[in-house]
Structures are given as C-alpha cells and as structure tokens.
C-alpha cells in the first residue's frame, strides 16, 4: 500500500482500523508503518488519501508492479515496515528503481515523453470516502523504464489550495479510495506522471502536466439509528468493563445515518418500571469516533472495555446511544449487573502429614444469597493452574459456642510440601474477589521402623550400634533417633528362662518408664547409616536395646529389640618386660604376669617385629604360668645375628586381648657365617670343571667379603687351596688329568673370621676330545719342491704328521717331524710372552704358520699331501692337497740383488719365513710395490701370509699420497678466508688429514717465523685470524698412515679485505710499540676487529695478552714490544 506525503504544515489524517481514516491526534496505519500526526492542525475537515483495498490486491497480483515511494513529515523520514529510511520500499515479487543522473542524459531516456494523464473521474463516493480513476497509458506499460514510471496524486479542499496530502502509485493502478473525509465536503483531486528521482525525498526528475477535478462526499441526511445494549463485565467487586457496539449507518434507500457521538449512562440501585428515576441516570463523558459504516453491530473502536468503578454492594443498570448532527438516537435497551458477595476471610487450622484444613466464616451476600464457595489450590512452587473445588454453604459452631464457619478438609495433599489456598465465594450475581492466599506447608510423615539394628563394638561399660533409616527427604524425613536401652536383671532372667524373647516388658511398648533414652541429631541427607553409643553401663551385663525415628510429623515405631550383653574388662598391661641371656640367635623375654581373680589371664600374646617390618605382624600366644611364680619367660629363636628385633607383649582373658606393652628392642649378637651350599658344576671339560655355590642363609651379622675354594684327587687325602678371596659364586678350577675324579669343598669368611667347610662334592673332568683337522692348508710347488703351509692354533697338540699317497697308499714323511716339532718349540717360546690383555681378534691375527718343505721331486709331476694333528685325544687329517711341479725348463729364479731386497722387505716386517715362499712365486719387492692394492691383498692370501704380516708388507710398500689440485678460493674477510680442493690419488691407504700451510707476504715469502699450519679432516678448510689487508700463499699436503705426508700442491695467492682500525688509541699504541707503520696497523686492525680495546688489552696479564696475540699470529719479536707497551715493562 503507498505511503501518502504531505507538505507544509497542513494536517495529515491517518488511516485507523481497517482502511478508514481519523483526524490528528490518532494513530494513522498505512501499508506498514504507524506515523504521529501534526497536532498543532486540529481541524477535522482535513483529510487524507490512501490506497483502497481493491488497489493493493492489484498491487500485490501485477506482474510488472514497481515499488512505492516514502511518506515524510517536515523534518522528519520514514520507512516501510522492514525497510530502512529513506530506502526503496519492496513490493512482493517487484523493485522500485530510481534514475540517477547519469540515466537521465542517456539518449533514450532524454526522448521520453510522459504524456497528460486523462480519464479522472469518480467511481463512488461515501459521507467519509471517494474512489477515484483515471485511464492507464498503455504505452508506458511496455517501456523498458515502466517500473520507474508512477502516478503522482495529491489533494486539498475545493476552495483552498494547501495541499493536505500526497502519494505515488505504480504505473499499473488506475484507481484508489480517499477515506476518513467530512461529510458534504468539496475536494479537488490532481493526477500526473513522473519518473522516480535519483533518491527518495528529491524532486522527480521528469514529470507531465497535472489534469485535476473536483469531487464531492455524501451528505448525512438523517440521525442515528438506535445502537444495541452496551455489554458490561464485572472485573471485580468494585470495577466493571462496558463494551459499546454501533448500529449500521446506511439505510434501505441508500442514505447514511452516520454516528459522530456516544453516550454512556449508568444507573446505582433499583431499576423502577416508570420514568421515576429518570434524573438518577449518570453520563459518562461523551466520546467522538468516526463511523467506519458497519453493516452489522461491530464495537466501537475506542468504546471497547471502557473501564468504569462501581460500589461493592450496589446494582447497576447500564444503557447508550448515538448522536450526530441530525440528532441523537433512541436509548439502547439496559443492561444490569449485581453485586458478588464479600470476600472471605480464610485462616487454616490444621495441617497434617496428607491433608489440611481451612475455616472461613460465611461473608456478606449483599441481598443475593450465597450458593456455594470455590476453592482454589496448588502447589507453591507449580506454575501450572489452581485446581478448584466446590464446597457447600453448610455451617458448624467454630468450638463449643463459637460462631458457625465452613470448614474444607483438602486431601491426598504430598507430605512436606508447600500449598497456596484461596476462596471465592458464589452467588447468582457471580463470584466475589478471591480471598488472601493461605500458604501451607504439609506435615512429614512419622518416620518408618528403623532397620538393621547392630552392635558394631562391644565394651566393658558401653554399646556402640549403628541402624539404617528408609526415609525419603521430602516425605518422612527423620528429624531426631531416640535410642532406649534396658538393663536385664537376675530376676528377669530367672522369670524367662534364659529365653528372653518371652519378657514381657519386650512386647509391651507402652510401659517405658524403667527405660533410659537418649536422642541423637540426624543429619541432612536421608537413607544413611546412623550411629549411636551407650556408655556408663554394667560390665558382663545383658542389655536390651531399641531404636525409633522422630520429626514433625510424629514419632514412628520402635525396631526390634536387640539383646547385648556387655564384655567384662580388658587385662592390664604387662610390666617390666626386659630382655636376658642374648645370643647370636636368641634372646630370653621375661615379665610380671597379670593378677585378676574375677576376670583371670587365659594367655599372652607377644609380637615380634623384624628389620623394616610392618604393625601388622602375628601375635604368637603364650599359655601362662599355673605355679605360684608371678614372673613369665619366654625364649625368642631363629633370630638373625646382628639384626634390631622389637618385641611386644599382652594379656588376654575373657574380654580379649589387652593393651599391648611399649616396644622391646633387642640387638642381636654377630658371628661368622653358616657354611655356604655344597658346590655344583654345570659343565666339565678334561681340563677343567665350573663349579658355582650358595652363599649361606645368612650373614650372622656381618656380610661375607669372600669364600675360600680347596681340591683334592680322590685317590688323595691332602687338600690344596685353588683361591683363598673368591668374591663371585662361580669359578672355573683347571685340572690337570682328564677323566680323574675330583673333589671340592667351599667356606665363607666375614669381618669375623671363617665358616665351617661346605659339603663336599665330587665330579670328574672328561676324557680329551680327539684334535680338530688342520686348517689353511696349501701347497705351492716348484720344479723340484713342494712346500706345505697350515696354520698351527690349536694349544693341545702334541705334533703334526706329513703324508704323501704314493701309488694310492699314504705315506708318512719321517723327515718333516724334526722340522714341525723345531718350529713348535719356538712357537712355544713365543706364545709364554705374549700380553695378557692381548685381544682375541690379536691372537687369531698372530696364529703361527708351520712350513715344510718336500724336496728331490720330479718335475711336471702331481703329487698330493695331507697332514694330521696329534694329541692325547688321538688324530685327526686335513683334507688332501694336490698340487703339480713345475716345468724345469721353464722355471726362472731371481736375482741375488732381488733376493737381498725382498729379505730385507721381510726381515723389516718380521716375517722372514716367506722370503722362500716369495722367491719361488717370483715375487721381488719391485713387483709387490707395482701391484695394485686389491691384487697385492690377494698374493699375499694365497701365499698364506698371516693378517698382521700382510699390513706390515702393505705398509713397507706403501706409497706416500699424491697432490691435492690447486686450493680454490672460497668467502674472504678481514680476518678469515675459506678454502676448497680436490683429493689426491689414495695410493693404496685412505687419507687421514690434510695440511694446510699460510705464508704471509705472497708466494716470494721464505720467511720461517711466519709461516703457520693447519690440519683438516675434509677437503675444505676455514681459516682465521688473519691479518687485514694482507696477501698469503696457501698450498695443501695430503696425509696417510703409512708413509705421512705427501707432495704440496700448487699454491694460491689470497688478498683480504681491508679492515680499517677506527680506535684512534688503540692505533697510536701499536705504532709506538712497533717499528713498522704497516705491520702495526695490520695488528691494530686486527684487534679492533676482533673487538679489543686499549684498556681491556692493557687488563690482562702478560702470559694471557702473549696467548692473545700468538693466536692472531703476531711476529715473535712484535708480541715482545706490544707486551712491554701495554704492561709497562713487566714480562
């Protein structure tokens, strides 16, 4: 729906209801937005214009429906529901477009012409409204600028020229209706096209001519019709509400009747059937409201509920009717309304666990009798609606003489639970205003049986029970437990028996005055387990106890009793308990026994705590004394020498045990060991047996440093010691017979002397293993000779056996045991001398390797050989060997000179037994120096050289490396330079380091003094502390392990940087001290490089500043002068 626009400061009259209109200082309703009037124009004859219902259903159905413009008051801006001000307002399924200027000179838009709008007329008109219309322009529907195009309507009176509203309409509507106007009233209409401005509020930026017309409302031609009885509800006894309902306006011809005015009379008391109280009729102001034209009674709007106060007990008759200018209508027929009666005066007397009650006397009736009374109840804290109940109006005498009153007994009402009452009472003129509210809290519910009913401990003079209470907390929740007790005396016991279950006074829960009682506080929580003490009781007496729960709501019922009887007293404490007559495992515990002749000792009880034992160690009993002594011993065993023992000690007697006495604490005496186990063995050999022990059970005190080992031959009765401070459990003992039987014995030794022998234990060493077969046998041959090697590395071999098959036989070579069995001596010699600590993987390395020799063969002849080796487990062959002689024609020898130099190879190496194995191959050390290193490893194993003999000849053969490349230059400063080169050629062994050397001056320098070196492990190399701007000549040496350093590279010429000494102090100092300007400013640089002042220089003491300036390599000579400048002459 458009919102109108006015102008200047004429009124605007908004739409109230349902479309119709009402003059300033009510509330306009438009499309979508409530906007306040200018209450300074009070003139009803102004009016204003809106859209129709008819138009915004054509609004809302148009396909191609822009949206509309805003509705302003002077100063101010408003928007459509939804919309912010000043913004486009959305129509359903259209959008309103503005043209901004930039549009407005386009060349299609400038050829627009909105013609004259034509076609405005009048459809129908009321006394309050016209509807207008105008002819569509079908040929702006389907310009493409349609939705910014609109119909722009403004209006004002016939003979005045403010305009007292405006609107704009889409180019689609072709009417609208102008509602809430005067009656008989002249309104001239204008109407004309325009496009949408840039932005709302602005001029439009294109409009056509306005075509205007007057027309004219309808006249009010006759007074109100007669309106029907106003509706009239009692709110409450002194306030009622008055609805006024209007009569149709239009009669049967056509003509309005409509109403301006409404007045409302109210009459108090009795209504007369004549004119007699006429004058007794009191108005209420009279209201104006325009008539909306209702074809039915509809409710006046500002007439509806009209609030009016009225007296409690009154009657009142109420009627209205309408007035216009024509006059006023008849009087509508009288409604009446009587007075309820007072309100009641509740109070509650009495609350109980399920059920309350409450008391009112009857109230006023105020001549309408009471009916009946409503009840109203809920929970306090239920939010939902009361619960009602209706209650007769049959009295009974409040006490004996008391007045008559209504009692209500609400029930199956929740124990402790908060209710809210409130009573109205009824008669036929309605019900009176509700009563106070009463609030109730239900009783509890007495508490349940209590249950589980226990003694959890039992004294000579006191019970301490304990019992559980199924309450609920909001029920029957138990406040106090009173607990009873009762003696039982000699005579009940003799009246029941002994049964006493059969007392009477048991079954009687009335009779309690020979009962004592105490109460005890229950805590918050419900459904928890209570406890209770009884003390100042009789000793070994029978007591009968009971427990009940109490609260508000009453006392609940006694549990069962329970039959107790109390304990007699504990024992006393023993006295003087002391110790006696200690031992290394044993000690004597003594102390006064308990005399009691009613309550007698049955026992004692003692406990003994270990080292680091706990409190909870056993008690041991200890029956007591029956003779006449009243002091009890008691022996302690098994006890560890030198260990801490505590003791306690206490009597028992019917009751149980006493309290124990304080600790006893014993020390025990310290002893030498018990005899360690009897040996064992794991394993046996025929040279020696491993036997291991278990140290003894205890230490007695003092801990064993070391066990003492002797054996025996069986067949000998003298033992001998194998080691007297074995401090392992295990040893291995050589023996020097095998399968000979063997015995052994073992004793422990401590701080306090030795234990006795162990058991002895006999075992056997097994009979010698046969030999295993030679290994590394080879034959190398020659055109006369074959000489055998084979590697000599087992110790229990007696001697080595040569054979050769000789037409399929084998055959031993006697002449070859002479010379196995020399070099075996020597290598006997050898082995007594070599290291203890010498490796295993040494000892494998330095194997011995026996040679023999066949001499006097044919050549080009095979031959095959085998050697065995002998000991006391028997013999074992090697595999045989074949191997061929040589060809003597062509079988070359070298050279003495030859020979001379590979003896001298192998005497350097300590190996002179393979000079004739190398000379026979041909292999002069000439030719072992030109072998590559992987051919050279490989001779040497197929010559059977041993390992260590093969480095030692790799070694004397050794090359030393070849040259580094050319050092590459790599980052240079002030003070360091960074260098890079490329590996030399290994020559056999890797290389270690590398050496780089610095010369200062360039490459011409030879100056000793100032040349320095630097090792690397890597193939590049930082170096620093230079000296600034200084040229150096590096070269590079490779190194290995054999031969050391190898050949220098080329050099390289390096330059570093200039570094400029900015210390002014610092560089008078140096020059002073030296005598060459440049060289004493290399040095001031360098140590302003480096961050050293003058002062900190001259800080430090003369050995720290020589280390400083050595490490900047500074000249000897120069580390003397600056040291004697700096220190003043002390060196």
């Avoid at 959008?95 to 459809?123: A, H, I, K, Y």
């Avoid at 509700?434 to 226990?454: E, I, N």
């Avoid at 034992?613 to 003779?627: F, R």
Wanted: proline share 8%; net charge negative; aromatic share 6%.
């Amino acid at each position: 729906m458009p919102l109108l626009r006015s102008q200047g400061s004429s009124p605007v009259l908004r739409s109230q209801g349902n479309g119709s209109l009402s003059g300033p200082g009510d509330t306009m309703m438009t499309a979508g937005r409530l906007c306040e009037g200018n209450s300074a124009a009070a003139d009803p004859s102004h009016s204003a214009m809106q859209m129709a219902a008819q138009a915004l259903a054509g609004l809302q159905t148009s396909s191609a429906l822009g949206a509309l413009g805003s509705f302003t008051l002077p100063g101010n801006s408003f928007a459509a529901p939804g919309h912010s001000a000043l913004a486009p307002m959305q129509v359903p399924g259209h959008t309103m477009l503005f043209l901004s200027p930039m549009d407005m000179e386009q060349p299609c838009l400038q050829s627009l012409t909105l013609p004259e709008p034509t076609g405005l007329g009048l459809e129908f008109s009321s006394t309050t409204s016209l509807q207008i219309k105008w002819n569509a322009v079908e040929s702006l529907l389907v310009s493409p600028y349609a939705r910014s195009i609109m119909w722009h309507v403004e209006f004002c009176k016939a003979d005045d020229t403010d305009v007292l509203g405006e609107c704009e309409f889409p180019l689609q509507v072709a009417s609208a209706p102008v509602t809430g106007l005067q009656a008989n009233c002249e309104y001239k209409v204008r109407l004309r096209l325009q496009v949408a401005p840039a932005n709302p509020g602005d001029q439009p930026a294109m409009a056509s001519s306005f075509t205007a017309a007057v027309f004219q409302t309808l006249d009010v031609e006759g007074g109100p019709f007669t309106p029907p009885k106003p509706v009239v509800h009692r709110v409450s006894s002194t306030l009622s509400e008055v609805t006024i309902l209007a009569s149709p306006c239009q009669a049967k011809d056509g003509s309005y009747s409509c109403a301006q005015t409404w007045q409302l009379q109210r009459l108090e008391g009795a209504l007369p059937e004549d004119d007699s109280r006429e004058e007794d009729w009191k108005s209420v102001p009279e209201v104006t409201c325009s008539c909306l034209h209702p074809t039915t009674p509809e409710i006046v709007p500002s007439l509806e509920k009209k609030r009016v106060p009225l007296a409690c007990d009154k009657i009142y008759h109420f009627r209205v009717r309408a007035s216009n200018d024509h006059g006023s209508s008849a009087w509508s027929q009288i409604e009446s309304i009587r007075p309820t009666p007072a309100t009641c005066e509740v109070r509650v007397e009495d609350v109980r666990s399920l059920s309350a009650t409450l008391v009112w006397s009857p109230p006023e009736d105020h001549g309408f009798e009471i009916q009946g009374y409503h009840v109203y109840m809920r929970k306090a804290e239920d939010e939902s609606d009361f619960r009602e109940a209706v209650v007769s109006t049959t009295t009974e005498p409040d006490g004996e003489d008391g007045p008559a009153v209504i009692r209500y007994h609400a029930q199956q009402l929740q124990p402790n639970c908060p209710y809210k009452f409130y009573v109205k009472a009824r008669s036929e003129s309605g019900l009176s205003d509700p009563s106070v509210a009463c609030d109730v809290v239900t009783q509890s519910l007495p508490p349940p049986m209590p249950s589980a009913l226990t003694m959890v401990k039992i004294e000579p003079n006191a019970l301490h029970c304990a019992w559980s209470m199924k309450d609920a907390s909001e029920v029957n929740f138990t406040s106090v437990c009173e607990v009873s007790w009762r003696q039982v005396t000699d005579e009940d016991e003799e009246a029941c028996g002994g049964q006493y279950t059969k007392l009477q006074w048991l079954k009687d829960f009335e009779d309690r005055e020979k009962w004592s009682s105490k109460e005890i506080p229950c805590n918050d929580e419900a459904g928890i387990e209570y406890k209770g003490s009884i003390i100042g009781l009789m000793s070994a007496s029978m007591y009968a106890v009971q427990v009940r729960g109490r609260n508000g709501g009453g006392d609940g019922p006694f549990s069962p009793a329970v039959l107790q009887r109390t304990t007699v007293p504990p024992p006393q404490q023993p006295t003087t308990f002391y110790s006696a007559d200690t031992t290394a495992t044993s000690t004597t515990l003594s102390w006064d026994q308990t005399l009691d002749a009613v309550y007698p000792v049955t026992a004692y009880q003692l406990r003994t705590f270990g080292p680091g034992e706990l409190d909870d160690t056993a008690w041991a009993t200890i029956a007591p004394l029956e003779s006449g002594d009243s002091r009890l011993e008691y022996m302690a065993c098994d006890l560890e020498p030198g260990r801490e023992y505590s003791f306690q000690v206490r009597a028992v007697n019917q009751h149980g045990p006493g309290e124990e006495s304080d600790r006893l604490t014993v020390a025990m005496m310290r002893d030498v060991p018990p005899p360690p186990g009897q040996p064992t063995s794991s394993h046996q050999t025929a040279s020696s047996i491993l036997l291991s022990w278990r140290p003894p059970v205890r230490d007695n005190g003092s801990e064993v440093g070391s066990y003492c080992l002797q054996m025996r031959l069986h067949r000998n009765s003298e033992w001998h010691t194998v080691a007297e401070a074995i401090t392992n459990l295990a040893v291995e003992v050589s023996c020097a017979e095998p399968s000979t039987m063997y015995l052994f014995r073992v004793r422990a030794h401590n701080a306090l002397g030795d234990s006795l022998w162990s058991d002895e234990a006999m075992f056997e060493t097994m009979a010698p293993p046969p030999p295993l077969a030679p290994q590394g046998l080879a034959a190398t041959g020659t055109h006369e000779s074959v000489t055998l090697n084979w590697l000599h590395y087992q110790s229990a071999i007696t001697g080595y056996e040569v054979q050769q098959q000789q037409n399929g036989v084998w055959v031993s070579l006697m002449d070859a045991g002479q010379a196995i069995e020399q070099q075996l001596t020597r290598f006997r010699r050898k082995r007594s001398h070599v290291d203890i600590d010498t490796t295993e993987a040494e000892r494998v390395r330095m194997r011995p390797v026996l040679t023999y020799t066949r001499q006097d063969l044919a050549d080009k002849t095979s031959y095959s050989f085998r050697v065995a080796a002998k000991s006391q487990g028997g013999e074992c062959f090697s595999e045989a060997v074949d191997v061929m002689t040589r060809d003597a024609r062509t079988v070359g020898t070298l050279s003495d000179e030859e020979v001379a130099s590979l003896r001298a190879l192998c005497e350097e190496c300590d190996c002179p037994e393979y000079v004739e194995l190398l000379s026979l191959g041909l292999y002069d050390r000439e030719t072992l120096s030109r072998l590559p290193p992987d051919e050279l490893r490989e001779v040497l194993e197929q010559m059977q050289v041993l390992p260590k003999h093969r480095e030692k000849i790799r070694t004397a053969l050794a090359l030393p490396p070849g040259p580094p490349s050319k050092p590459l230059r790599g980052a240079v400063t002030a003070d360091s330079c960074v260098f890079s080169w490329d590996p030399p050629e290994p020559n056999g062994f890797p290389v270690m380091e590398y050496v780089v050397e610095m010369l200062p001056g360039g490459e011409g320098a030879d100056s000793e003094e100032v040349r320095f070196e630097l090792r690397s492990t890597t193939s590049t190399c930082k170096v620093e502390n230079l000296f600034a701007a200084t040229e150096y000549s590096v070269r590079v040496a490779a190194v290995n392990e054999p031969k050391g350093q190898g050949a220098w590279s080329v050099p390289v010429v390096v330059h570093t940087t200039d570094a400029k000494c900015e210390d002014q102090p610092l560089l008078a100092s140096m020059r002073k001290a030296l005598n060459t300007k440049e060289y004493a400013d290399k040095v001031a640089s360098q140590l302003y490089h480096e961050q050293w002042t003058l002062k900190t220089l001259s800080s430090l003491a003369p050995d720290t500043l020589r280390a400083v300036l050595l490490r900047m390599r500074v000249k000897e000579g120069a580390v003397h002068s600056i040291i004697q400048q700096l220190t003043g002459g002390a060196n």
